[in-house]
């Protein structure tokens, strides 16, 4: 037997080795730690034993469904997914739960804001911090010129930027929150319509200059409109958190051989 690979059985069923090293390439691990995927891999296949012979002790039948048009599920899914409805204690979401995360996080249920901004690039790398200082002092001298003469820096994105943008005069069209880099993001979210940021801005692309033509802010969504989106991902939560109960009281009842479940898999070196 390998030592790094042991046979692992689960109430005297044997799980072959090369199913798990099969169902290892599904879990990621650091390449000088090949061993954590092997382990993650056996922990799935122990728990989808258990669930496949729990299945077997409720007498249920598989009943694959369509996952969608073109993907059915296999029979032991089908068998999974069974024992899970049947056998798990979820929860009811209530109208209050979804009011009070509706009440507690109103800042995430809003229509995104939405920017029409221009831009002149001066493309750096990140670690070239000489060529960033010289590109830097360029956009400031630009920002000066076209505080001056504002119609300039259409002409100035002609022939000065690294971005494709350049061909449109800077213009970046219509683009909404989470579109762009959060530096490059933070400066549209304080500029109001008209607006030329006064100063560079940095980002992993390079340096800027922004121009902000046109905005509309983000509204908030009333609470009915996003009620059956909490109540959904708050069903997820509480699926989630009654699998694992449940999958973890199939542990702790089993004969599992060859790994500990109850022993988390080591994230440094030994």
């Not at 070239?128 to 505080?147: G, P």
Request: charged share 25%; hydrophobic share 40%; net charge negative.
């Amino acid at each position: 037997m390998n030592p790094l690979m042991p046979e692992i059985t689960v109430n005297g069923e044997l799980i072959p080795s090369a199913a798990i090293a099969d169902e290892a390439q599904n879990h990621n691990a650091p390449k000088d730690k090949p061993g954590w995927a092997w382990k993650a891999a056996a922990r799935a296949m122990v728990i989808r034993a258990l669930l496949l012979q729990e299945a077997g002790r409720l007498g249920l039948k598989p009943d694959p469904q369509m996952l969608a048009s073109d993907k059915q599920e296999t029979e032991d899914e089908s068998l999974i997914r069974s024992v899970l409805e049947n056998q798990m204690n979820i929860p009811a979401v209530s109208a209050t739960e979804c009011q009070f995360i509706y009440d507690s996080r109103k800042e995430i249920f809003r229509t995104p804001n939405l920017f029409q901004p221009a831009h002149i690039l001066f493309a750096v790398k990140p670690e070239d911090k000489d060529a960033r200082k010289i590109a830097k002092k360029n956009a400031e001298a630009f920002i000066a010129t076209i505080q001056k003469t504002p119609k300039v820096f259409a002409d100035i994105a002609r022939t000065n930027s690294d971005c494709q943008s350049k061909d449109a005069g800077g213009t970046l069209g219509q683009i909404g929150t989470g579109d762009t880099v959060a530096e490059f993001e933070a400066v549209l979210d304080i500029l109001a319509a008209g607006d030329l940021h006064p100063e560079p801005v940095e980002t992993r692309f390079g340096i800027h200059i922004i121009r902000m033509d046109e905005k509309v802010e983000g509204k908030q969504l009333p609470f009915d409109a996003v009620k059956h989106q909490i109540m959904e991902k708050l069903e997820q939560v509480a699926w989630a958190k009654a699998a694992q109960t449940y999958t973890q009281d199939l542990v702790n009842n089993a004969d599992v051989k060859g790994i500990d479940l109850n022993k988390p898999i080591q994230t440094t070196a030994q």
